[in-house]
């Protein structure tokens, strides 16, 4: 195992009414004027943000609302933010709605502690100091930026998509009720599943050995979220798979599963760029990206991989194993979880979330490598093998 240090300040407020909290948490964290930040329709349609803002104007707290995250939010509405922040001497900022939302507010929070440019950070030209404290109400299971480290934008200046990962991230609380999860349509429960389980994925794929703890703990989540999937599909107001999943969406992405281990995460730069240039749900792309890049690597070096795939495919797809063949268990699991996410609605190939194989240079040329200058741990990828997998990705 590797040496690590676990850091997870976040308040974490679970369960039916959990966003009536609102007023207490602001108040124990000493706010004064709040920015309430939010996304486009749904937070409005459901009734949470005029509940909230009631609460609000009720318990005498002081807000100015900035809304409109677009999916993959984009810096424009940050600088927008930024600016608001500065001007209104905001000193607390609360996010009410997805992922997007969520990083949206980060991003805010960071450059509103900061004379520069707060992309700065998203490119590496500058480590964060300081950021407003935020809070979140998150209503969509699948980024974990309730408890995450990572903001990730949208630079409008060329469509790069990036993430700036810094402890100043963290929420200072996080209020989930799983029942403002209730209204998202199918196919965006569908993508926060997939995008949940890559989380855990991305930590699981790792060279590091004697990690059973953290080996065990991601399997866990991985089966929780097979088990629960079907149900909020078929039955989206049944609470107990929603909150189950609501909180393997948490612990996928606070680092919990990943302690002790070296992390591979090249799917997720990869599909960056897809989502970065084709609007495609974050979740959908990696529904593309991870079975294509599993049978790229086990055909590519399966010393690295085939243990720890067909152990993938017996613990959490119930494959039974084909004796002494683990390429074999490997690609029947491989083969299960295509199969589960087309079960879900999610695309299969490029071209199914408009992607084009002549962006592929252009895609191949944006994604961010290590600073190794590969990509990923399980077994480094060159720019080579991503244009490669980008390849394999298209319609046959
Ligand atoms: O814009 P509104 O009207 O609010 O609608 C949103 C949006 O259209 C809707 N929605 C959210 N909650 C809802 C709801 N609709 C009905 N009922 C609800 N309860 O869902 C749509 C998608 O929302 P979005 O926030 O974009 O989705 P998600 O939470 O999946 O966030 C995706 C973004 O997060 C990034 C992704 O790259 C992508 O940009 N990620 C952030 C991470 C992090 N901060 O740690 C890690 C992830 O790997 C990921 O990269
Ligand atoms: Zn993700």
């Known amino acids: 195992m590797e040496n690590f240090e676990f850091y997870s300040p976040t308040k974490f407020i679970f369960g039916k009414d959990a966003e009536m909290n609102l007023a207490k948490m602001l108040t124990e964290n000493d706010a004064k004027k709040v920015l309430i930040h939010y996304g486009r329709s749904s937070a409005k349609e459901s009734g949470l943000l005029p509940k909230m803002l009631r609460l609000l104007d009720e318990s005498k707290i002081s807000y100015v609302e900035l809304g409109g995250v677009e999916p993959n939010p984009k810096a424009n509405l940050v600088y927008k933010g930024i600016e608001i922040c500065k001007n209104e001497k905001i000193d607390f900022i609360v996010a009410i709605g997805g992922g997007s939302v969520a990083d949206s507010a980060k991003g805010i929070a960071l450059g509103a502690c900061y004379d520069g440019d707060f992309w700065d950070f998203f490119v590496g030209k500058e480590v964060p100091k300081a950021a407003l404290p935020l809070g979140v109400i998150i209503t969509l299971p699948a980024t974990g930026s309730e408890g995450s480290n990572s903001s990730v934008i949208t630079h409008e200046n060329g469509n790069l998509k990036r993430g700036c990962n810094t402890d100043w991230n963290r929420p200072a609380f996080a209020l989930m009720n799983p029942e403002l999860t209730y209204t998202l349509p199918p196919y965006q429960t569908a993508c926060g599943i997939v995008d949940i389980m890559s989380h855990v994925l991305e930590r699981y794929f790792s060279p590091t050995e004697n990690v059973s703890l953290s080996d065990n703990l991601c399997e866990a989540i991985l089966r929780t979220m097979v088990q629960n999937a079907p149900i ?28 002790g281990r070296v992390q591979d995460w090249a799917c997720h730069k990869m599909e960056h760029e897809l989502s970065g240039m084709y609007e495609v749900a974050h979740g959908a792309g990696l529904a593309a990206v991870i079975p294509v890049y599993m049978k790229y690597q086990l055909a590519k070096a ?42 879900l609605g999610m695309p299969r190939y490029f071209e199914d979330f408009g992607g084009n194989a002549k962006d592929i240079p252009e895609l191949v040329s944006k994604v961010r490598m290590d600073p190794c200058g590969t990509l990923g741990n399980l077994n480094p990828l060159e720019p080579e093998d991503i244009s490669n997998i980008y390849k394999m990705m298209c319609r046959p």
């Open 302 to 343: 399966p010393e690295k991989c085939a243990a720890l795939f067909a152990r993938l495919a017996r613990e959490v797809w119930g494959i039974s194993p084909t004796e002494n063949d683990e390429i074999a268990t490997a690609g029947a699991g491989i083969f299960a979880m295509e199969t589960f996410f087309a079960t």
């Open 232 to 259: 909020v599909m078929k039955n989206p107001r049944d609470y107990d798979a929603r909150a189950n999943i609501f909180w393997a969406g948490t612990l996928a992405h606070n680092n919990v599963v990943g302690t």
